[in-house]
């Protein structure tokens, strides 16, 4: 099985940056994707790590450190419309299911 | 759209009766999800097909949950007997599967169903 934790909630200021932090325990590792939930709506991909490092997409990166179980989502230039709750989720190896984190509710303020 | 759709968008029912939820995938995608949502939680997978098969069915709650896909491509849950438990939104995901496990297999979800039983 897997534990995937996460902060349930966090507030930060328009034009600031915030570092939304996972960490995971799973038998065997393959792949940590990030998704977005705006409330009342699906979910939507963000990203996709599974060797160590960070990978940029415009305002959104994520990092993933395997020996550490960790990842972080960090959101650049932060919107008002980047409140939302961000989901981590861990796929373990041979399986295509990942597993979800309960998710981090975002607040952006002005 | 060519998105993940799902039917209905909001299902009230009383408790005791029998609900079916209905997903229509992406086309082309052979990887089919179940996952449902109650306020406040994660995401608690139900169950996945892999065409019209299901090999992995370990998130499905008690046996008066059920599901099926036909031709590939649409699949619907089935709850009997519902609770005031099941509340939930019932979200379906597609992707395409086609690779082995250890691939990209990016999830493309669906609207959900808001599910009430009163």
């Known amino acids: 099985g897997q534990n995937i934790d996460q902060p349930t909630e966090m507030t930060a200021t328009e034009g600031a940056i915030v570092q939304i932090n996972c960490t995971y325990q799973?038998?065997?590792?393959?792949?940590l994707f990030w998704y977005q939930q705006h409330a009342g709506e699906a979910p939507t991909f963000l990203s996709y790590n599974v060797l160590d490092g960070l990978e940029e997409k415009g305002r959104f990166s994520s990092f993933l450190s395997r020996s550490k179980g960790y990842s972080y989502l960090l959101l650049k230039e932060l919107q008002m419309k980047d409140s939302a709750s961000y989901l981590c989720a861990v796929r373990e190896s041979g399986s295509y299911i990942p597993t979800f984190g309960r998710g981090t509710s975002l607040i952006v303020h002005p | 759209g060519a998105g993940v759709s799902q039917s209905p968008s909001n299902k009230v029912t009383e408790k005791g009766k029998d609900v079916e939820l209905r997903c229509d995938p992406i086309?082309?995608?052979?990887?089919l999800y179940w996952y449902r949502q109650s306020l406040g939680q994660g995401l608690e997978f139900l169950i996945y097909?892999?065409?019209?098969?299901?090999?992995?069915k370990s998130g499905l709650p008690s046996d008066r949950f059920s599901a099926e896909r036909t031709g590939g491509s649409v699949s619907t849950l089935t709850i009997q007997r519902t609770q005031q438990e099941d509340s939930a939104v019932y979200l379906c995901?597609?992707?395409?599967?086609?690779?082995?496990?250890?691939?990209?297999?990016?999830?493309?979800f669906g609207p959900g169903t808001r599910l009430t039983v009163l």
């Open positions: 097909f892999q065409g019209n098969s299901a090999p992995d």
């Open positions: 799973t038998s065997g590792f393959n792949g």
């Open positions: 995901a597609s992707s395409l599967g086609r690779r082995g496990p250890n691939s990209y297999n990016e999830q493309f």
């Open positions: 086309s082309g995608h052979t990887a």
